[in-house]
């Protein structure tokens, strides 16, 4: 059946915490759930269920201030082995008065390096935003406050996750080696401890494992979820697929605000462009 988490408890009722995380409540009664990163730990939590298909949203405030060599993630992983699926949205912090830089990635099968970056056009850390991970059987939407920044799309020869069940995590971790210019400034620690602030979760999703409802369309759940497994509408997030006005602000936020596409990148891919770059 479908998991929906309820807005006032949703840390505890749906994960496993590790690490430093704080909660408290806001104005309007939502849970808040703080991650602190500092020398000695980061923090995270991530989801007691598994999922095969949803959509996954959540509220965030991030670092204020010189976050850079900080990153801060909401993403799905089937786990870490050499074949492993993910779909990632990683914040990576920045100097005082420099955008953060979003990092959309998925992972199939093991095959990744599949990133879109883009510059956040507004402070971070300034109020909430929203960001949203859709993931069905024919394409993975990423949106930043309702506007569609990303489509992933599956063709049925190249991979594509839609076999392992996923948790979905949500950490705050030192990528000093990586993060910021390529790893080029690291983080700041007189600035600790850092702290990530979500808010107002939700998931609509297929959870693995999970009985379909009597009366179900079977053969409709067979070819869209595995064992048992059932979805919460196939006119919801289950279809979803991109209109004209979606299109557009892929293309609006790729022309003003994207940074690096490895469709773009030969020197990373000297035996020739990934298949999926020459097709979308």
């Known amino acids: ?16 915490t590790d690490g430093p995380v704080r909660t408290d409540y806001d104005a309007s009664g939502q849970q808040v759930a703080m991650l602190n990163l500092d020398r000695t730990s ?16 959540i509220q965030m405030k991030l ?15 089937s786990g870490d082995d050499d074949g492993h699926d993910e779909i990632d949205m990683e914040f990576m912090g920045n100097e005082t008065g420099n955008p953060v830089v979003l990092n959309t990635n998925v992972w199939a099968s093991g095959d990744g390096k599949k990133e879109h970056q883009f510059n956040l056009w507004f402070d971070p850390s300034a109020d909430y935003h929203t960001y949203t991970i859709i993931w069905n059987p024919t394409n993975i939407i990423f949106k930043v406050d309702g506007n569609v920044i990303r489509c992933f799309k599956r063709y049925p020869d190249l991979p594509y996750p839609n076999s392992k069940p996923m948790t979905l995590h949500a950490t705050l971790w030192d990528g000093s080696y990586w ?3 390529k790893g080029k400034i690291p983080i ?10 979500y808010k107002s979760y939700s998931a609509d999703a297929c959870v693995s494992g999970s009985a379909c ?12 979820c595995i ?15 991109l209109d004209a006005a979606e299109w557009g602000t ?4 790729e022309r003003s605000y994207m940074r690096y596409n490895y469709c773009n990148d030969g020197w990373r891919f000297p035996q020739g462009l990934p298949a999926e770059c020459s097709r979308n």
């Open 188 to 197: 700041d620690w007189s600035g600790a401890p850092f702290v990530v602030s």
């Open 213 to 224: 409802p009597a009366g179900s369309d079977r053969s409709f759940y067979a070819t869209a």
């Open 250 to 253: 892929v293309r609006w936020a």
């Open 227 to 241: 064992g048992g497994v059932c979805h919460a509408g196939r006119d919801g997030w289950m279809s979803k697929q």
């Open 42 to 57: 980061g923090a995270g939590f991530n989801s007691k269920e598994q999922y095969l298909f949803g959509e996954f949203t």
């Open 179 to 181: 993060a910021t210019e």
């Open 63 to 77: 670092i204020p201030g010189n976050s850079a060599g900080t990153v801060s993630c909401f993403y799905l992983t």
């Open 1 to 16: 059946m479908a998991a929906v988490a309820s807005a006032d408890s949703w840390l505890y009722e749906q994960f496993n």
